[in-house]
């Protein structure tokens, strides 16, 4: 195989999430069909038109030391307890260099965020207006900086083959583990920890996104408010976490004995050129993207079982990313186990896609597809195989999972995984 | 009212050990901030901004790079307070 052109494997996940502190503690409330949404525990959402949410189950400040935490945005918390998991969970004892089975100059870091460090860009507005300019903190740029989570992550890690942070909304996460692919595949790194994180849990943002009537408000039923496909879908539920990978180069993993949860396939991507929030109706860009991914792999439409599905619960995303699956795939689609786990852990903007690829790398490695709760009155125009309700087992044999992520700007990210043999 | 060297001592081990995590026992006046201490530029930043607030005393930017050690620190603060 040329040196162009390595096979990309993950060896390693993590994930804080609202449905639990750990990649472990996440995939179990999956299939047990836990929702993460709640009524907002702050005093400041009360007044808010949305007062829902999905926090993160673990608090970050129970997790890292104090000096380091005050150091970091919320995002970049998220990304280092993820990131730490998922490392050890590759079997690295130590950072790059420390532990001898990675070369730091052969590390990278790609870790995303939709929005980066905006509670600490808004909290520390206030603190200018209310106590002054002295004591706005000196940590205020590195924290508010949307690269700080990939930064810190590749300091804590001893990655210096490059630390990347592409920024592309709702696809961040999703982009960030493509693009750390492709660092292995033409042989830039041989070890990639990549992923997403989000941390806007802020009246503002809140806000923002419920007056462009993209939320939920459905303050009444938080549980039920997060309803892919379903009929009585209103808009996405704000979530928070991060979700991290480790990718190796087949041979880096191999040479050193680590356990592979499956192989990256590829990636496709395509921007609409449509509209900067709305979803081109027809599917037409997410349909680019999922041919790009076709023509650009070895991939057999035949060999798809499972789809994690962008899915957020608005009314228009939803069926456009099922039209473009009709469109490519055709009668194939009748195959795939179609899941929508935002039901659950409601969406994380940047750090969708990184939880959603830990959840879809565990769906392989434990051949189940997370259940889509909710889903009780599906949308009449519904033509496609949800998992609703229950996990549903994945066949045995060679079988590949796709990950859709779309973000506003019109930017359309799949990544395909496929199952090893162990 | 003035505050004693050792009342200063007591408080930027507070400051120390609330920002940096350090136990405030181990901030001795031979201690360098950055070298022992693990307080950064960015910290050190922090601690004087607290250590004004505490003491009643102007710490401009200029003076805060001849603050290396703990005992800098206090000195300065003593004597900035009178």
Same mark, same amino acid.
């Given at each position: 195989m040329s040196p162009t052109n390595r096979t990309v494997v993950v060896t390693g996940i993590g994930a804080t999430t609202p449905l639990g502190g750990d990649s472990a503690s996440t995939w179990e409330a999956l299939l047990a069909g836990r929702s993460g949404v709640q009524v907002l525990p702050y005093e400041w959402a009360a007044e808010l038109p949305v007062r829902i949410g999905a926090p993160v189950a673990v608090e970050p400040g129970e997790v890292l030391p104090r000096p380091l935490a005050r150091k970091l945005d919320r995002s970049a918390q998220f990304a280092l307890i993820a990131a730490r998991e998922a490392w050890a969970d590759a079997?690295? $004892?130590? /950072?790059a260099g420390e532990d001898p089975a990675a070369d730091p100059d052969r590390t990278g870091a790609v870790v995303a965020s939709g929005i980066g460090g905006v509670t600490t860009l808004l909290n520390q507005y206030d603190v200018l207006k209310n106590q002054g300019v002295r004591k706005v903190s000196p940590h205020t740029v590195p924290m508010l900086m949307p690269n700080s989570p990939a930064a810190n992550v590749g300091i804590d890690l001893g990655a210096r083959a490059g630390v990347h942070t592409p920024v592309s909304a709702c696809a961040s996460g999703a982009e960030a583990i493509g693009y750390a692919t492709e660092m292995i595949r033409t042989g830039r790194a041989d070890v990639v920890v990549a992923g997403g994180t989000e941390a806007a849990m802020h009246p503002l943002p809140i806000v923002a996104f419920a007056n462009m009537m993209a939320?939920? /408000?459905n303050n009444d039923d938080p549980q039920g408010a997060s309803r892919p496909y379903d009929a009585a879908r209103d808009g996405f539920v704000l979530g928070e976490g991060a979700g991290i990978v480790v990718l190796e180069s087949a041979e880096h993993a191999a040479a050193r004995g680590a356990r592979v949860y499956c192989e990256v396939v590829g990636q496709g991507i395509s921007s609409d050129a449509h509209h900067i929030t709305q979803p081109e109706p027809s599917g037409r860009g997410i349909a680019a993207a999922l041919q790009h991914l076709m023509d650009n792999s070895d991939l057999k439409p035949a060999e798809i079982a499972h789809v994690n599905a962008h899915? $957020?619960? $608005?009314p228009q995303g939803d069926m456009a990313e099922l039209k473009a699956l009709r469109k490519v795939f055709g009668d194939d689609v009748d195959h795939m186990a179609i899941s929508a786990t935002k039901s659950m852990t409601g969406h994380l903007l940047g750090g969708a896609g990184g939880i959603e690829t830990v959840a879809t790398v565990l769906a392989l490695h434990n051949r189940l597809a997370p259940p889509t709760i909710n889903l009780e009155n599906p949308d009449p125009d519904l033509d496609a195989d949800i998992v609703a309700a229950e996990p549903r087992p994945l066949p045995a044999g060679t079988i590949v999972a796709l990950n859709d992520s779309f973000g506003f700007g019109g930017h359309n990210v799949v990544l395909a995984l496929r199952s090893v043999q162990h | 009212m003035a505050a004693t060297k050792e009342e200063i001592l007591s408080g930027l081990a507070d400051i120390v050990n609330e920002i940096a995590?350090?136990?405030? !026992? @181990?901030? !001795?006046? @031979?201690?360098?901030?950055?070298d022992d201490l693990d307080v950064d530029s960015l910290s050190m930043v922090e601690v004087v901004v607290a250590a004004e607030e505490q003491f009643s005393v102007k710490i401009p930017d200029d003076d805060v790079k001849n603050l290396k050690t703990v005992g800098d620190a206090v000195d300065y603060i003593l004597k900035a307070q009178s």
């Amino acid at each position: 195989m040329s040196p162009t052109n390595r096979t990309v494997v993950v060896t390693g996940i993590g994930a804080t999430t609202p449905l639990g502190g750990d990649s472990a503690s996440t995939w179990e409330a999956l299939l047990a069909g836990r929702s993460g949404v709640q009524v907002l525990p702050y005093e400041w959402a009360a007044e808010l038109p949305v007062r829902i949410g999905a926090p993160v189950a673990v608090e970050p400040g129970e997790v890292l030391p104090r000096p380091l935490a005050r150091k970091l945005d919320r995002s970049a918390q998220f990304a280092l307890i993820a990131a730490r998991e998922a490392w050890a969970d590759a079997g690295y $004892t130590a /950072k790059a260099g420390e532990d001898p089975a990675a070369d730091p100059d052969r590390t990278g870091a790609v870790v995303a965020s939709g929005i980066g460090g905006v509670t600490t860009l808004l909290n520390q507005y206030d603190v200018l207006k209310n106590q002054g300019v002295r004591k706005v903190s000196p940590h205020t740029v590195p924290m508010l900086m949307p690269n700080s989570p990939a930064a810190n992550v590749g300091i804590d890690l001893g990655a210096r083959a490059g630390v990347h942070t592409p920024v592309s909304a709702c696809a961040s996460g999703a982009e960030a583990i493509g693009y750390a692919t492709e660092m292995i595949r033409t042989g830039r790194a041989d070890v990639v920890v990549a992923g997403g994180t989000e941390a806007a849990m802020h009246p503002l943002p809140i806000v923002a996104f419920a007056n462009m009537m993209a939320m939920s /408000k459905n303050n009444d039923d938080p549980q039920g408010a997060s309803r892919p496909y379903d009929a009585a879908r209103d808009g996405f539920v704000l979530g928070e976490g991060a979700g991290i990978v480790v990718l190796e180069s087949a041979e880096h993993a191999a040479a050193r004995g680590a356990r592979v949860y499956c192989e990256v396939v590829g990636q496709g991507i395509s921007s609409d050129a449509h509209h900067i929030t709305q979803p081109e109706p027809s599917g037409r860009g997410i349909a680019a993207a999922l041919q790009h991914l076709m023509d650009n792999s070895d991939l057999k439409p035949a060999e798809i079982a499972h789809v994690n599905a962008h899915a $957020t619960s $608005t009314p228009q995303g939803d069926m456009a990313e099922l039209k473009a699956l009709r469109k490519v795939f055709g009668d194939d689609v009748d195959h795939m186990a179609i899941s929508a786990t935002k039901s659950m852990t409601g969406h994380l903007l940047g750090g969708a896609g990184g939880i959603e690829t830990v959840a879809t790398v565990l769906a392989l490695h434990n051949r189940l597809a997370p259940p889509t709760i909710n889903l009780e009155n599906p949308d009449p125009d519904l033509d496609a195989d949800i998992v609703a309700a229950e996990p549903r087992p994945l066949p045995a044999g060679t079988i590949v999972a796709l990950n859709d992520s779309f973000g506003f700007g019109g930017h359309n990210v799949v990544l395909a995984l496929r199952s090893v043999q162990h | 009212m003035a505050a004693t060297k050792e009342e200063i001592l007591s408080g930027l081990a507070d400051i120390v050990n609330e920002i940096a995590g350090i136990p405030t !026992e @181990d901030v !001795e006046l @031979d201690k360098s901030f950055t070298d022992d201490l693990d307080v950064d530029s960015l910290s050190m930043v922090e601690v004087v901004v607290a250590a004004e607030e505490q003491f009643s005393v102007k710490i401009p930017d200029d003076d805060v790079k001849n603050l290396k050690t703990v005992g800098d620190a206090v000195d300065y603060i003593l004597k900035a307070q009178s």
